[in-house]
């Protein structure tokens, strides 16, 4: 499908001809310098409307089932003591997972208006060599010796290894089970932002930096420079509870938290 844009008017039907599976992973995602008009819009029009297009043509040509990359954001922004499951209300809170949602209510419309199976995955923050965002910049900071004021932080957060979610894709493209499903997905193992720095920190081979600091005093500091999402995701818990996946298809995550971090690490170094 390359050269083709994910939009509301895309004409999908010469690259669907033939193909039984889609698996659609394409998105507008965050945006540093977000230099549109109406970022809802756009997350609206790319995320929203351009995948019912492609959902819609995928219909008209055949395709059997159609595998969605949604978000965990579908599901909110954090948990509190209770991780989340796929039959939890969706509470998004940012235009990018609100949008996803919009995409899995369109998908299901059409699911039940047609004989395609959908399938879709919530997936928390994905990483894997190179991998960008918020953990290509933690992981620079433990690189460089910044130091980091989160040696106070008490949380846990999940977290899915690209070779994971693979593996779990491979899995739903003809599981039977996988039919119409909506799946969590993670490494299977929580771990602390505190805990997180100091392995990143292990397998650079640096000492992880660490200092105490009040967490009401992080989150203060950055509503101010406007970065209220970012301590979040570092100082608050976001945790997924896979058990309904693992019992539905009778899968696991076949690579260790340990061994896919140390491969991230080690694989962003030699990029």
């Keep these: 499908m390359a050269g083709l844009g994910l939009e509301p008017n895309t004409d999908w039907k010469r690259a669907l001809d033939g193909v039984s599976v889609v698996v659609h992973c394409a998105a507008r995602v965050h945006m540093l310098n977000d230099a549109s008009a109406d970022p809802a819009v756009e997350f609206r029009r790319v995320n929203a409307e351009g995948t019912a297009r492609l959902a819609e043509q995928a219909v008209q040509c055949g395709v059997r089932r159609f595998v969605f990359i949604s978000s965990i954001g579908v599901n909110g922004a954090e948990t509190f003591g209770s991780p989340f499951t796929a039959e939890d209300a969706p509470a998004p809170q940012s235009l990018y997972a609100q949008s996803k949602y919009e995409a899995e209510v369109a998908l299901r419309k059409i699911e039940s208006g047609s004989g395609m199976e959908i399938v879709i995955i919530r997936p928390p923050l994905i990483y894997g060599p190179g991998a960008p965002g918020n953990f290509a910049r933690l992981l620079r900071a433990v690189r460089f010796g910044i130091p980091l004021p989160l040696a106070s932080v008490v949380n846990q957060r999940s977290f899915v290894a690209i070779d994971n979610l693979v593996d779990l894709i491979e899995t739903i493209l003809s599981h039977p089970?996988?039919?119409?499903?909506?799946?969590?997905?993670?490494?299977?193992?929580?771990?602390?932002?505190?805990?997180?720095?100091?392995?990143?920190?292990h397998f650079l081979g640096r000492r992880a930096r660490l200092f105490p600091m009040p967490v009401s005093l992080i989150r203060a500091g950055a509503a101010l420079l406007g970065k209220r999402e970012l301590a979040q995701q570092l100082c608050g818990s976001l945790q997924v509870d896979i058990a309904g996946t693992r019992a539905v298809l009778d899968w696991s995550p076949p690579v260790e938290f340990d061994l896919a971090l140390r491969k991230a690490v080690q694989g962003s170094l030699a990029r």
């Design 177 to 201: 089970a996988a039919r119409n499903r909506t799946l969590l997905v993670s490494d299977g193992e929580d771990v602390s932002t505190p805990q997180l720095v100091r392995r990143m920190a």
